[in-house]
């Protein structure tokens, strides 16, 4: 399974979710061999859709075929919680506020499995992979993006 993540906004007749990118948290446990590797993997989702239920974020799981790497090297079986991230425009410059959104949800997620005993031994970090326009609209909303001459 997979968590799909979207804002609640304050009205939200005929708004239409757009997907901004996805964020992957990897697990790490030990052993070769694990028979609860899928049970450790419904766990971490379910806990999750509750703290994001209660931050007010809407989250839902969907189908989703579990990624499991072996690594023979350190004895260790590693997993992957995918997470997409969706957004439904509520402000005046639709792109900005959603990479800022998305932005907000990569620093809340290390922030909740860390605080978690359990996970936190287990967590080894995230990725995230945002749609390049939102990405281009936080850019030059920040000032970040410079405009270079273009030669004819």
């Known amino acids: 399974m997979s968590l799909n993540l979207c804002n609640i906004p304050r009205a939200r007749e005929n708004k239409e979710s757009k997907i901004v990118g996805t964020i992957k948290c990897q697990f790490k446990l030990p052993g070769l061999v694990r028979t609860d590797t899928e049970y450790k993997k419904s766990t971490i989702e379910k806990r999750l859709n509750q703290r994001f239920k209660d931050l007010d ?3 839902a799981t969907s189908r989703n075929p579990i990624q499991i790497h072996v690594n023979k090297e350190q004895e260790s079986v590693n997993f992957i919680v995918d997470i997409k991230v969706y957004y439904i425009n509520e402000s005046d410059n639709p792109e900005v506020s959603a990479a800022r ?5 990569g620093r809340l ?3 909740i499995i860390l605080g978690s005993s359990t996970w936190a031994a287990e967590y080894t970090g995230l990725s995230t992979n945002i749609i390049p326009s939102y990405l281009f609209a936080l ?3 920040l000032g970040l993006y410079e405009l270079d001459a273009v030669s004819a």
Do not use: G, L, Q, T
């Open 57 to 59: 974020m809407y989250c």
């Open 101 to 105: 959104f998305f932005a907000k949800v």
């Open 109 to 111: 997620i290390p922030k």
């Open 139 to 141: 850019e030059e909303a």
